[in-house]
């Protein structure tokens, strides 16, 4: 596999191939602007909500990479799919952890 069919299925630099498929995240309207200007993963999409938040979707593998990232966003992002992913995160989301990347 070359470096670059790599980069394109892999969040970060480990991958496990049977986790690849489709990620989705909502970002909360506080924190929408914010996530809007990350590059999560190359072919990532954004969709603006009416509600304000924000809808990052890409597909990938390295749902642990994932994890750690997502800490970072506390209770301001909340995992759609997986759901496998959802269940790693949802009990470590955190209201009081004010920063944001």
Do not use: C, N
């Amino acid at each position: 596999m070359s470096a670059r069919h790599h980069a394109k299925r892999a969040f970060g630099v480990w991958q496990d191939p049977a986790q690849f498929g489709e990620v989705v995240w909502r970002f909360r309207p506080d924190a929408a602007a914010r996530a809007a200007g990350f590059q999560f993963h190359p072919r990532q999409t954004l969709k603006h909500q009416v509600d304000g938040s924000l809808i990052v979707r890409f597909h990938a593998a390295g749902w642990l990479e994932m994890v750690w990232h997502l800490y970072q966003w506390g209770d301001k992002v909340e995992v759609i799919a997986p759901v496998e992913l959802r269940a790693m995160v949802e009990d470590y989301r955190r209201s009081d952890f004010a920063a944001m990347p």
